[in-house]
């Protein structure tokens, strides 16, 4: 593949998965601010047709689109690099796993770890750097209002472990019904 039109792929992807950040929708009715958006999908498929690094540059481009094009004040500049961080962890891993020998055994597997690092990541996440910032900046003190342990291990890690299910499960559906035409491009 020339590098124009790796560059070309990269462009198209991150812009759909920006889009796809406007599908955002609550999991857990008792913690409507965590929403899913399903923005990895664009990411993962990145990762099968070119490779690690290109998935996480259309993660980080991405990432800036939503910046520069949709900020939303503080919760942007305190949930975006915690969803960088952890959509790039739940890739890694994923690519980690997957990618030592690609089936279906090893792309579940992949799910799980991929799973229990985002979860693990958000967790230590919201815990040092999102609660603190969110009372400091936004007024919004959930230690106050709940209770760390109780928005941590009732809200943050049941949303998180749904969410990577979600993803495994979405990641798996369009690589099923995208697999002839990737087969086609896979690196």
């Not at 961080?85 to 891993?93: M, S, T």
């Not at 815990?127 to 106050?144: N, Q, R």
């Not at 993803?167 to 995208?178: D, G, H, Q, R, S």
């Amino acid at each position: 593949m020339t590098q124009t039109r790796k560059m070309a792929m990269i462009a198209i992807l991150s812009a759909i998965s920006f889009l796809l950040m406007f599908l955002a929708f609550p999991l857990l009715p008792a913690a409507s601010f965590l929403q899913l958006d399903l923005s990895i999908l664009p990411i993962l498929v990145g990762l099968v047709l070119l490779d690690t690094k290109s998935a996480l540059s259309i993660l980080l481009l991405r990432s800036l689109l939503k910046l520069f094009l949709n900020n939303q004040g503080v919760g942007t500049y305190i949930g975006l690099p915690m969803n960088i961080i952890a959509l790039a962890v739940f890739v890694l891993v994923f690519a980690w796993v997957w990618n030592k020998k690609k089936s279906s055994f090893r792309f579940w597997l992949a799910g799980v770890f991929g799973t229990l690092s985002l979860t693990l990541a958000m967790l230590l996440l919201n815990y040092v750097y999102a609660m603190p910032l969110f009372a400091k900046f936004a007024h919004f003190d959930i230690e106050t209002l709940i209770g760390a342990a109780t928005y941590l291990f009732t809200m943050v890690i049941p949303f998180n472990l749904l969410e990577g299910l979600i993803f495994t499960i979405a990641f798996w559906l369009v690589n099923l019904c995208l697999h002839p035409i990737l087969k086609k491009y896979e690196k």
